[in-house]
């Protein structure tokens, strides 16, 4: 079993920036996919960004060139920095770890996510 623990949610104006981190422990001994999904009322959960052990990343279309993903591989932990956040980036952000890797097609599948954190909301206002 693997654990997520997420901090760093918040309120922020638009244009402004957050940074969300996340902690895995337990069973971590194969990591594919380590990332954030993130989730608005009445609408599917939705891939942000993750990346892999041997540093590939894939990123939503909506948040390149806003977001980094990045990761201290030692401490297990995963950081979103999010800058230039626009009103349409308010949702629940979840910490999300796969066993595997895989095609854009299966990232983008929150259906395939192993484990997930409990979330953090994040808010902008305009």
């Known amino acids: 079993q693997v654990q997520l623990v997420e901090s760093g949610g918040g309120l922020v104006q638009a244009g402004g920036s957050l940074r969300l981190s996340c902690v895995a422990s337990?069973?971590?001994?194969?990591?594919?996919?380590f990332g954030w999904y993130r989730q608005v009322p009445g609408k599917q959960r939705e891939l942000v960004a993750v990346?892999?052990?041997?540093?590939?990343?894939k990123y939503a279309d909506s948040v390149k060139g806003r977001f980094t993903i990045s990761r201290e591989n030692a401490k297990n932990t995963v950081f979103l920095q999010m800058n230039t956040l626009e009103p349409e980036d308010t949702a629940v952000y979840y910490c999300?770890?796969?066993?595997?890797?895989?095609?854009?097609?299966?990232?983008?599948?929150?259906?395939?996510?192993?484990?997930w954190g409990k979330g953090s909301l994040v808010t902008v206002t305009s």
């Open positions: 999300a770890l796969r066993r595997t890797w895989g095609t854009s097609q299966s990232l983008a599948d929150w259906r395939n996510v192993d484990y």
């Open positions: 337990g069973s971590t001994f194969s990591i594919g996919a």
């Open positions: 990346l892999s052990s041997s540093g590939a990343i």
